[in-house]
């Protein structure tokens, strides 16, 4: 059962008592009123419970680096000191090969980027910039700070051998300090695990850049796994 913080109940009835005198004589309106302000604080700040999963973390590990074909959509957020933005994404990968779209809260277009570990070309207002640097190609168009060629594996929640980890109870990445070149200063935290096609795979996905004082914030709304 959701838990409901006694903060949010202290807050309910505060508001309830400051709105009686208003509608003191509208009880019909009264009531549906409160009834509504309830259901707004006890979504807001119920929890859900942790899954009763017991993972084998290095066969969840395998299970994850065999995936290198897949499909996410959700919501990506920048945050930096100088600038603060989001957007839709939808991002495909396909072994080394990957695309990437990148779309307004209308669904104008952003950005559309695609490439392998060769070569990435990027399209944006009609122009069109190309780099052998995926990152460095976000960044210099953008000013996003993205981990583009490392992000297709950290997003699943796998980690390489030298990596520093804290695993859950639950067998599968909490949180993720990747030990690589140009990598050493992100710190990349997991929630939100769902189950599919059955791998434990995460819906949120967190990355802090120490260096800059960057925040990458990833919600992913649908995960699709290709064969």
């Known amino acids: 059962m959701s838990l409901v913080c006694s903060y949010c109940?202290?807050?309910?009835f505060h508001l309830k008592s400051v709105i009686q005198t208003v509608l003191d004589s509208r009880p019909f309106i009264n009531q549906t009123l409160s009834a509504l302000i309830l259901t707004f604080f006890l979504t807001g700040c119920a929890t859900s419970p942790?899954?009763?999963?017991?993972?084998n973390?290095?066969?969840?590990?395998?299970?994850?680096?065999?995936?290198?074909?897949w499909l996410i959509k959700g919501k990506i957020g920048f945050k930096s000191t100088e600038k603060k933005q989001s957007?839709?994404?939808?991002w495909q990968q396909t072994q080394q090969q990957f695309q990437l779209n990148m779309t307004s809260i209308i669904g104008t277009s952003i950005l559309k980027m695609q490439g392998d570990e060769q070569s990435v070309t990027l399209i944006t207002d009609d122009d069109t910039y190309q780099d052998s640097d995926p990152s460095h190609l976000i960044w210099r168009v953008t000013g996003w700070q993205i981990p583009v060629e490392k992000l297709r594996?950290?997003?699943?929640?796998q980690h390489q051998k030298l990596d520093k980890v804290i695993i859950s109870k639950q067998g599968w990445v909490n949180q993720l300090q990747p030990i690589c070149n140009n990598c050493q200063n992100w710190i990349i935290n997991y929630d939100n695990y769902k189950l599919v096609n059955e791998i434990w795979l995460p819906h949120k996905v967190v990355l802090n850049n120490s260096l800059n004082n960057s925040q990458l914030l990833i919600r992913i709304n649908q995960w699709d796994l290709h064969e």
């Open 50 to 55: 942790e899954p009763l999963v017991n993972l």
């Open 57 to 69: 973390s290095t066969a969840h590990q395998i299970s994850l680096n065999q995936q290198d074909s």
């Open 9 to 12: 109940l202290n807050r309910f």
């Open 153 to 157: 594996i950290w997003i699943k929640g």
């Open 87 to 90: 957007a839709n994404f939808r």
